[in-house]
């Protein structure tokens, strides 16, 4: 099991100007880890996380998307594997922060926690990679490898809390800050 | 006065004039024939087909994120249960979600808000308690809302909704 924060801290040293798509704890957490015009946290609704960045990646094909999704969030909507492994965007790492559960709204366990098996789903619904780490040193010596391959690519990242840091959901939704986003990515190449 | 039947073709020329290249969609039965299966053969149009609505909502805001210009195009029954998304996503989150909603089995010529099916009734009474714009393809002449509703939507980075109350021939 890895601590959350520092499993971001190994993507953010790995980052080279990829889009994050960033939902609850996991965006909380990289807002304060990695911060970057190119975070995306405005998915609006649970769940929605894998769709916004399913539409980023068809729209800009050239650039790198990476999800860092939740497992509650990723049950409340399954359909979305199976879109995204049908619309097959190469540029699109899925990442699911697996902590067991609904961490934001009170700690409560998803259902079957600790059974089901993500990478199994998203093999199942088409992903053509999956890969699991629970450990640090191999989620750190495996994830330029896996940057460059192409995607959809599902990882599954078992992970725990780890240091507290600051909520903050105006941060996370304030449309500015999505305005800043569309303005960094036109700038992007 | 008898309207025009609504032309298939001049909504999607009408579609891809307002500057749309993606359409995110899942079949109803009102627009499936006439409008999805030819947009599924149109090289100017991509298609991204999901399992289910507030998918495409969300889609479509990560497109917007991209400069890119898309359309949901689904059932009345999939608005009303994306209905959280369009609050979230599409309202709060000002995006400027453009949806071209089938509403199946709506009687030709009524008013959806006096159709027999309670469904139907109810659609644009929720649109309107959610403040989002809506306008009713009924006849051929009612094309010509298209593409000034889906710029509108994009100057005010808000959502629009076409309601399609007929199946286009």
């Known amino acids: ?189 | 006065m008898a309207q025009s039947p609504l032309q298939a073709q001049s909504i999607i020329r009408e579609v891809k004039r307002a500057g749309i290249r993606f359409v995110v969609a899942l079949p109803d039965r009102t627009t499936s024939e006439r409008l999805l299966k030819p947009m599924l053969r149109d090289q100017e149009l991509k298609v991204v087909q999901v399992c289910k609505e507030d998918e495409g909502v969300s889609i479509c805001s990560g497109l917007f994120a991209t400069g890119q210009r898309a359309l949901l195009l689904i059932q009345y029954t999939g608005l009303l249960d994306s209905i959280n998304a369009l609050r979230g996503v599409a309202v709060e989150g000002k995006n400027p979600v453009c949806l071209m909603v089938g509403l199946l089995g709506k009687e030709p010529g009524v008013p959806p808000a006096q159709s027999k099916k309670y469904g139907l009734r109810i659609v644009e009474p929720i649109l309107d308690a959610m403040g989002i714009e809506h306008h009713l393809l009924e006849g051929d002449e009612d094309v010509a809302k298209i593409a000034p509703a889906v710029e509108q939507a994009y100057a005010k980075s808000l959502p629009v909704v076409l309601l399609v109350g007929r199946e286009p021939v």
């Open chain 1, 1 to 189: 099991m890895m601590k959350r924060d520092e499993c971001l801290k190994v993507l953010a040293r790995h980052r080279k100007g990829e889009i994050v798509v960033a939902v609850y704890k996991a965006a909380q957490e990289w807002i304060h880890i990695a911060p970057s015009d190119l975070n995306y946290t405005f998915t609006g609704a649970m769940g929605q996380g894998s769709s916004h960045a399913l539409g980023i990646a068809l729209g800009r094909p050239d650039k790198k998307v990476i999800v860092l999704d939740g497992d509650g969030s990723l049950l409340m909507n399954l359909g979305s594997l199976v879109t995204i492994a049908n619309a097959a965007p190469k540029n699109l790492l899925h990442c699911v922060c697996e902590n067991g559960s609904y961490e934001t709204n009170g700690g409560v366990p998803i259902p079957n926690a600790g059974r089901v098996s993500f990478t199994g789903l998203a093999k199942a619904a088409g992903y053509p990679r999956t890969y699991e780490f629970e450990d640090l040193a191999d989620w750190d010596r495996e994830l330029d490898r896996i940057l460059n391959e192409e995607g959809p690519i599902l990882i599954d990242l078992k992970v725990e809390p780890g240091e507290d840091y600051p909520e903050d959901f105006r941060r996370l939704y304030n449309p500015e800050f999505r305005d800043a986003f569309r303005r960094a990515l036109q700038r992007s190449t």
